[in-house]
């Protein structure tokens, strides 16, 4: 695979995803959906702050803002460790990602407000949710917490004219999986 040739820019932000090979299943029951985001947490959080996140059943998203240098070799770790974790729980063997996984730099609030709405209405586009707050692997409902979205109204419009700190959030923000419903057909 490719080097990156473009380095992560200290406090620059970037939308960070990655899909199963052919489209297939990456998170195979609800315990590797946890298991992500702890390893995200123990990995990825010391070198940036999380702004958003959604786990689908085969791919993710997050958002981050880069504190330090060595997000791209926490990447790397934090691939390796979940997909060395879901082969052994699945007796599987192989590639679980299609390619490294793939990051573009967000340039400026109005369309890091805009990917934020895109990263959580994830399900609903996929057909397994409704409402974004129906999808427990999603950082959608720290959102809600923060006063920061509803089901209905997309974050971009709620922020017009506004200065704005954006979240940095963490494994507590995230409500445990069957707090609410978990979507439509979920794998």
């Given amino acids: 695979m490719p080097y990156r040739r473009i380095p992560f820019e200290i406090g620059a932000a970037y939308h ?24 995200l947490s123990d990995l990825i959080l010391p ?18 803002r880069i504190r330090e240098d060595g997000f791209s070799e926490a990447m790397k770790r934090f691939a390796l460790s979940f997909v060395k974790a879901v082969n052994k729980s699945q007796g599987r063997a192989g590639p679980l990602f ?48 923060l006063g920061l979205a509803m089901p209905d109204l997309f ?19 995230f409500t445990s999986p069957g707090s609410k419903k978990t979507g439509k057909n979920v794998t």
């Fill in 16 to 39: 960070v995803f990655n899909r199963g090979v052919a489209r297939q299943a990456t998170f195979f029951h609800a315990d590797h959906y946890a298991f992500f985001r702890q390893r």
């Fill in 47 to 64: 070198t940036a702050s999380l702004i958003a996140l959604c786990q689908m059943p085969n791919h993710y998203h997050m958002v981050v």
């Fill in 98 to 145: 299609q390619s490294r996984f793939r990051a573009i730099r967000v340039h400026d609030d109005r369309y890091l407000a805009s990917l934020i709405d895109y990263v959580h209405r994830n399900p609903i586009t996929a057909g397994i949710a409704d409402s974004p707050d129906e999808w427990d692997h999603s950082s959608y409902r720290a959102y809600e917490k």
């Fill in 155 to 173: 974050l971009t419009q709620s922020m017009r004219g506004m200065a704005f700190e954006w979240p940095s959030l963490t494994l507590a923000d």
